[in-house]
């Protein structure tokens, strides 16, 4: 229990980290910011400098001449009650714009990340089993090139010839804009369809490195004298494979999901831009190109909060697997 | 004279020719050195043979392979190999320059907090713990569109001390994990009570048993430090650097070209040396430990 | 006999240990024991896993500092606490206690060879003036452990010497500075039997030759007697020392109820005698764990003699037909 | 007790016999020969003990009776046969599923090192009810639960450690509670490889005894492996010796501890120390312990062998019968 309510203690100091974070690089990084931003809006869009003053401020709830530790703290305030800041771009407020982007690319990065990673672990399993033959080597140069592959690279070649030279895929969208939003089969599958080569150029770019962690977690396993032992006593192999060499070798795994997670989610911003799939990926790459920063700024708030929920969430499930972890102490000497 | 012969002899025998004989055990790696060498070589090279030159030519735009032009011209009618052999140098650049960074903070920081301990160690695993959570690459745009406006100028090194920013924390906690199990070995102890100094163990026990991890990083974060680059630079989310694999890339995708087929090697090009250059550090980085492990050393 | 070099007075020591999920548990690892050794002597500390003997070897070598108690070195015609010594003072006892320590496989970096590890101490306390004249050093060490021809072993890892080999060479590290105090630290109980005696004896000849003062910390009774045979055993029970005596002694007529039950257990390599042999009484087979230890005389909860008092109050060392027992039943 | 037993061994009463066992392993620097065609027999009903160095190939040899042998090692040659309804199967030729139903069923084995043999992230009560489900489907779990419960209980644990997982034990504790999982299958024959080495002195002898005491009471063969000859005295009633891969001795335990024959187990008698002993009598074995990747030609014991003559370094001595038993390899010795 203690160790959940520790977990919870840096996750929320993680995330208060990255606040504090974006607002002082805003405001108290070299070059003054604000009169950066103030220049750039008079000389690109010909505003006089008052106009221009007030523009900035309003965007990036600045109130002027007020002490920093005060904007800070107000800052800190209005994220809580859901005031982001609004977008440059559309005005419209970041959080509406980034909330309507989060569903898909939640959908897109959790089916992604589950198939890879079931993908991941079989493959891994097997390979460790056959170590040595012909086929592990085989798939571990497989999964080193899958692991070593850009995504937004096999996204561009994904999207280059299966939707532009030979168009078999949709090259943009998340679903058919002509269909209704709505549970019909018709939305539903258009949704799939819209989102294959993202997902598949998510996939084919992070499987190999969970089968390559599988991979040396299972050989580290199988030569544990517990496998041995359960080979001994008789049981079939199938128990032998999923509860002692399963089980134990992907308990290793749950520490680098934040990694990979933050890893996928940075390939959001390659994918979605390509595909133009209307997720946080594309809102943040767009954001980039028009300098909107207190866009950009909410979206990587906003994935930060998402990693180190889902993090939360593998700890918990990792504490939830490991007895070891659940329950300490020994009994005895 | 001769002695210093032998000396080289050694030298050579001990870092080029056993560790060649190792690695050749391990197909894959052997191949990522070549291919890694064959990198550097081509990036130094290369721009003295085959120069480079961006007028556009529009009478050669979209030109197939030919002897003239090994991967055919691009939209302007540029050859593109000798904007390929010419970006290699940049992106190298950047990618070892963030390695070296990230392998230097990671150490210095992992060996701090195992081989100290108590507070400093539990502040540091903290600090440790929330890099690790942090996504980097959203942080490195974050961080990429402040530089764009605060008027820093965008480097190689600044881009490959950003890059370091968000990546230095995974070798750290395995460097601190590694010296907190040394720490505790019994021929550490030993050296403490024959009176050796801390340094000496920093430097002659604990250092050479993380050299694997070391190494290893290094090629894993140049792997992710040129993920990181092309793919910014790819999105034009930086400014492009001609030449450049990922500035290649998405001048590529900008032109009308590309879509048609005539182009294709524009775009095909440039990522082929990104994906190759990936894999032949991800091979050597899976093998390294070979070259370090005087367990194989010793046949 | 000679004064002696080293003395433990009531030492204790207490260490914290933080689970991962932030409980903290407090083990005595030793609790006030207080015992000597003279200069060119040997004291046998024998206990099971986990009885302390290896933290107090430690605390003795100045490895780790007790939470009460001090240690007491005699140095420059004083007796002087080891944690209180000037700078220079410090240089020298810690060139005189050295530790042989349990596992071969680890008295030296798997990742560096022999040589570059026995070089440094000569050049540290500067024995040597260069290093060419440190491996000559390094050499003559060798063949001195029986290591021969020495440079056979120079570039050599530990992965490609054997158990004996390799404590050799840890011998021979500990003796390279010229100490006059060695804790050996379980040093054979890793290697084969038939090794055994073959590495002893080395250490017996090698002691005798530098006259130094040893603690033979080992669970194997018969390896201490063969060891400490002229000399004395410490009996050592959950932090505790239950009974010191000579040698032969203890195991002859021991005192202690627990020191009894460790004789009565030690397998005996004699088909006729070892299946005459009783099992010992004991109230209980599991030993108490260190975190939660008994109240009292920390064996009553196993002793077949234990009474109210035992439960009650920790005995202290008395003596005893010029033995120190620890035990409230013994001798009235 | 059957140490005084002089009688003849029938050998109809040879429930497992090893023929020409040879089993090597892929190591960096070559090929190791771990096990190099041994002969073996066990009587139904003895404690043989099978006795020898580190690396001399006694766990190997005691694992391959399960055919289990580590993924770098393979069984080169040999037979093991095992005595089922008066015939012999070989159990180097079963399938992969006769194998594993054979496996516990028939024979069932000790590990040493109890903290790892048990799976860590589940309780000890799973760790039954796995092994009795994949042999014996109809059981239900409470069933087994019950007889796992009476079986700790004859090891003298607590009926509750079965809700433990096994980090929650000592190390007495896990030992014992591997010990009674050995037994939920009846098995015939039950493989005890250095049961007790990892313990404490005093926990050591409770287990010798109690073993001791349930053959006693079942007649249940056991073949007891350990490094320590001291333990062995106490619990066997025949043993053999092995040097590098090779059975150099097999007697009663009265001949190999009173009357060695071989050189070798003389000199490991001599070398250990006991606390009876005189220690004028303790004399170390002479010379290194050779390569196992390399082992000297002809008795793999001759470079250290003060007996030693020619034929020595020229042929590997056969095991030969001196009469009573009593087995030795050395070419000292003719048949008799």
Redesign the interface.
Known sequence: MRWIIKRLIIAIFTIYIVITITFFLIRLMPGNFIDMMVYYYMTTYGMSEIEARNTVYALYNVVPNEPIFLQYIKYLFGLINGNWGKSYISNKSVLEILLYGLPWTAFLLSVSLTISFAIGILLGIFMAYRRGTFLDSLLSTLSSISRATPNFILGLLLLYFLAIYYPIFPARDSYDITIEPGLSIQFISSVLYHSFLPMLAYILTSFGGWALAMRSSAIRVLGEDYVMAAEARGLKPGRIARTYVGRNAVLPLFTSFAISLGYMFGGSVFIETYFAYQGIGQIIGLAMSWRDYPLIQGGFLLITITVVLSNLLADMLYGLLDPRIKRGGTYGG | MVDRLRTLEKILSEHIYIPLKILAKDKRALFGLFMLIAYILISLIGPMIIPLDLTPNLEEKYLPPSWKHPLGTDFAGRDILAQLVHGGRDVLTAAFAAGIVTVGIGTVVGIIAGYMGGKIDTIITAVIDIFLTIPGFPLLIVIAAWLLQSGIPITILTIAFVLSITSWAGLARAVRAQTLSIKNEEFIEVDKCLGLSKLYIIFYEILPNLMPYIAMNFMLSSVSAIYSYTGLMALGLIPLTPGNWGAMINMAQAYVGTITGAGATYILAPSFAIILLQISLVFLANGIDKIFNPRLREW | MSKPLIKLENVSMVFEIHTMFGEKKKIKAVEDVSLEIKENDILALVGESGCGKSTLGRIMLGLLKPTSGKVLYYINGKYRDIWSLSKKEYKIFRRHAQLIPQNPYTTINPMRSVISALIPPFLHYKIARNKEEARKMVAEHLKMVGLVPPEDFFNRYSCRLSGGQLQRIAIARAISVKPKFIVADEAVSMLDASLRIEILDLLLRIREEYGLAVLFITHDLAIARYFARKNKIAIMYLGNIVEIGNTEDIIKNPLHPYTKALIMSVPIPDPDIARKRELPKLRSLEVPSLMNPPSGCKFHTRCSLATEICEKQAPILRNINGRLVACHKIGD | ?S?NNKERRNEKDIILKIRGLTIEFRV??GILRAVDNVDLDVYKGEILGLAG??GCGKSVLA?AI?N?VD?NGYIKSGQILFKQNDEYIDILSLS?EE???????KI??V?Q?AM????????IKD?FI??VK??ESNKNEEEIVKIAKKLLKDF?LDEQVIN??P???????RQRALAS?SFILNPEFIILDEPTTAL???????I??LLREIHEKTGLTMLFIT?????L??ITDRMAIMYLGNIVEIGT??QI??DPKHPYTK???Q???????P?ED????PG??PDPLNPPSGCKFHPRCPLRFKACSESRPKLIDLGDGHLVACHLYKRN
């Open positions: 007790m140490i960096t620097r160095e580190s694992h399960l289990l993924p992969n194998l594993r139903k054979f496996r516990w069923d069932s084995i590990f090192g790892s043999s048990f799976n860590p992230v589940i309780k760790h796995d092994t994949d042999h003298r433990l997982y980090h929650e034990m000592s190390g007495g504790m999982l404490d002195v005093l926990t050591q002898k409770f010798i005894k490094h320590d000859l001291a333990t005295a106490e335990v009265r501890f009173y000199a490991l008698l070398a250990i120390p006991s606390i009876t002993k220690l303790l004399n170390p074995l290194p312990v």
